[in-house]
């Protein structure tokens, strides 16, 4: 997997792009655990990607809910044991 940013928001600590190899979009956010920082990528629908982009408060909602682990479901990797922690 290839994962480029779109758009970074570095206040609200999340970023939007797409995934190259397979088209999919998504939010992306930086977790630490005790080994390495590291971003969790969250597949969104196109939809979803650009509506973010015109309402970045809308995305600063979903990061947050991705950060509380309740969209862990849109993963694009299942983490490990030593999941990391948002940063």
């Known amino acids: ?18 995934e190259v190899e397979s088209g999919r ?8 655990n005790n080994l390495v920082d590291y971003d969790e990528y969250y ?3 196109q939809a979803a990607f650009q509506r ?3 309402e970045p ?4 909602e979903f990061a947050v809910r991705c950060r509380n682990h309740e969209c862990d479901e849109a993963l694009f990797v299942r983490p ?6 948002p940063t």
């Open 1 to 18: 997997m290839r994962f480029v940013d779109i758009a970074v928001y570095p206040a609200e600590r999340y970023s939007l792009g797409i």
């Open 25 to 32: 979009f998504y939010l992306s956010i930086p977790v630490s």
């Open 43 to 45: 597949e969104i629908d």
């Open 52 to 54: 973010y982009r015109a």
């Open 57 to 60: 408060p809308s995305a600063a």
């Open 80 to 85: 490990g044991r030593d999941r990391g922690t």
